[in-house]
T-cell receptor
Framework: AQSVAQPEDQVNVAEGNPLTVKCTYS??????LFWYVQYPNRGLQFLLK??????LVKGSYGFEAEFNKSQTSFHLKKPSALVSDSALYFC????????????FGTGTRLQVFP | GAGVSQSPSNKVTEKGKDVELRCDPI?????LYWYRQSLGQGLEFLIY????????KSGLPSDRFSAERTGGSVSTLTIQRTQQEDSAVYLC????????????????FGPGTRLTVT
C-alpha cells in the first residue's frame, strides 16, 4: 500500500536559521510527490512537486525539496526561516491507481521563533 | 482568477440531521476531489470526479455519505443522519486532468467547510 510518513509532529526553528521538514514515502513505481502548506483556518496551498527530472525542486515562498530515491525521502527545506512560515505542512504522494487522489502524511507543524 | 470556493464556511448541526456542503471548482478543471480533515485522522480522501466518468467513491466512510457533480462543475457532498464522528473540516480540491495538463497533477484546495455535529 502506498503511504507517506512525516515523522515529526512539530519542528521548531529560530528565524533566520535553515529549516527542514521531513517526509518519507512508500510506493510501487516512480512517485509523484507534493508539499502543501496550511495556514490557520485556511485550505491547503500548493508549494511544490516532484514528478520527474532534477532531484532538487524549487517552489513557492523560497521553499525547496530534495527527492532522494535511495532513501525514499522528499524533505522540505528553506535556507532561512521566517516567522511567517509558521504553519502546518503536509507531504503527499499521488495514488498510483486510476485516480489522481493524494495520499497525505499526518502533517508537521512548523513553529518559527523570532 | 478565482480559486476553489466552498460554502458554507461553518456549519453546526444536530445529530441526525442531513447537511449539504457545496464546492465550486476552478473554471476549466475537470477533476474534483473531496477530502476530510479530522483531528487525529489527518487528511483522508472521500470521493473523486473526473469529467463524465463514474466517480471513485472508494473513500466514502459509510452509505450516509454521497456526492454529486452537476454539469461537470459544482459539486455537493451530502451527509445524511449526521453523527458526532462526522465533525471535521471538509475540503474540496480541483485540478486539470493529469493527462490534459501534461502530468502536472497539482490540486488546488478550497478553504473548507467546518462541520460540527452536536
Amino acid at each position: 500500500a502506498q503511504s507517506v510518513a512525516q515523522p515529526e509532529d512539530q519542528v521548531n526553528v529560530a528565524e533566520g536559521n535553515p529549516l527542514t521538514v521531513k517526509c518519507t514515502y512508500s510506493v510501487s513505481g516512480n512517485p509523484y510527490l507534493f508539499w502543501y502548506v496550511q495556514y490557520p483556518n485556511r485550505g491547503l496551498q500548493f508549494l511544490l512537486k516532484y514528478i520527474t527530472g532534477d532531484n532538487l525542486v524549487k517552489g513557492s515562498y523560497g521553499f525547496e525539496a530534495e527527492f532522494n530515491k535511495s532513501q525514499t525521502s522528499f524533505h522540505l527545506k528553506k535556507p532561512s526561516a521566517l516567522v511567517s512560515d509558521s504553519a502546518l505542512y503536509f507531504c503527499a504522494v499521488r495514488d498510483m491507481g486510476n485516480t489522481d487522489k493524494l495520499i497525505f502524511g499526518t502533517g508537521t507543524r512548523l513553529q518559527v521563533f523570532p | 482568477g478565482a480559486g476553489v470556493s466552498q460554502s458554507p464556511s461553518n456549519k453546526v448541526t444536530e445529530k441526525g440531521k442531513d447537511v449539504e456542503l457545496r464546492c465550486d471548482p476552478i473554471s476549466g478543471h475537470t477533476a474534483l476531489y473531496w477530502y476530510r480533515q479530522s483531528l487525529g485522522q489527518g487528511l483522508e480522501f472521500l470521493i473523486y470526479f473526473q469529467g463524465n466518468s463514474a466517480p471513485d467513491k472508494s473513500g466514502l466512510p459509510s452509505d450516509r455519505f454521497s456526492a454529486e457533480r452537476t454539469g461537470g462543475s459544482v459539486s455537493t457532498l451530502t451527509i445524511q443522519r449526521t453523527q458526532q464522528e462526522d465533525s471535521a473540516v471538509y475540503l474540496c480540491a480541483s485540478s486539470l486532468s493529469g493527462v490534459v495538463a501534461g502530468g502536472s497533477y497539482e490540486q488546488y484546495f478550497g478553504p473548507g467547510t467546518r462541520l460540527t455535529v452536536t
